[in-house]
């Protein structure tokens, strides 16, 4: 099993509607999830990170946090054609050696 | 401004070249990193530094050097024995090796 998997889409939806996007990874013990949103031609951009169980709110956007079910997610309410990315989920793992280990991404279009 | 510079942002190289990539960070952190990102595929990484002084390889190390002789700066060399060096190469940099990591905005590499 792949450390990080994520739905590679595309994931559409249309402008204004929630955009559910899903990652679920093997190591149980890690610790630090974080999502990472890349516009087509440039690099990865720091969004959102969560730690604990739960829900973890900024603005728009929720990370939702499971470690016994080992998944995590990102909603992003009122969605704008701004959106539109590939958005990277990556977490560090625990096992032996700590390192980021990222997803191969979710492409997200909001259709106007 | 703090940030995470990468000169140049395309760069065209001939077979049998070696050409160098350059990484700038003022961020005070400790740990830099080199990845290639594909089209279509997910952040593989090429080298690491937890430390001025000090490098790992890591999963796609064969072709390429680097240095760490400053905090600072992390160059990338790809050598002529990578055999597909045409890809968009991404810098990173995070406090201490396991934390989240910044990425710089990538140089695009292109070999005729």
């Known amino acids: 099993q792949k450390e990080v998997e994520q739905n590679s889409g595309p994931l559409s939806v249309p402008e204004g509607a929630i955009a559910s996007l899903n990652c679920t990874y093997s190591?149980?013990?890690?610790?630090?999830f974080f999502w990472y949103r890349q516009y087509s031609g440039k690099s990865p951009e720091l969004i959102m990170f969560?730690?604990?169980?739960g829900d973890k709110e900024d603005g728009r956007f929720t990370a939702q946090l499971n470690k016994a079910s080992q998944y995590v997610s990102l909603l992003i309410r009122d969605s704008q054609p701004s959106d539109s990315a590939t958005y990277l989920c990556?977490?560090?793992?625990?096992?032996?050696?700590?390192?980021?280990?990222f997803g191969k991404g979710t492409k997200l279009t909001v259709n106007p | 401004d703090g940030g995470i510079t990468q000169s140049p942002k395309y760069l065209f190289r001939k077979e049998g070249q070696n050409v160098t990539l350059s990484c700038e960070q003022n961020?005070?952190?400790?740990?830099m990193y080199w990845y290639r990102q594909d089209p279509g595929q997910g952040l593989r990484l090429i080298y690491y530094?937890?430390?001025?002084?000090?490098?790992q390889k890591g999963d796609i190390a064969e072709g390429y050097s680097v240095s760490r002789e400053k905090k600072e700066s992390f160059p990338l060399t790809v050598t002529s024995a990578q055999k597909n060096p045409t890809a968009f190469y991404l810098c990173?940099?995070?406090?201490?090796?396991?934390?989240?990591?910044?990425f710089g905005p990538g140089t695009r590499l292109t070999v005729l």
């Open positions: 990173a940099s995070s406090i201490r090796y396991y934390n989240e990591q910044f």
């Open positions: 190591d149980r013990g890690s610790q630090s």
């Open positions: 969560i730690y604990s169980n």
């Open positions: 990556a977490l560090i793992t625990q096992g032996g050696s700590e390192k980021l280990v």
């Open positions: 961020l005070n952190h400790d740990a």
């Open positions: 530094s937890q430390i001025v002084n000090d490098f």
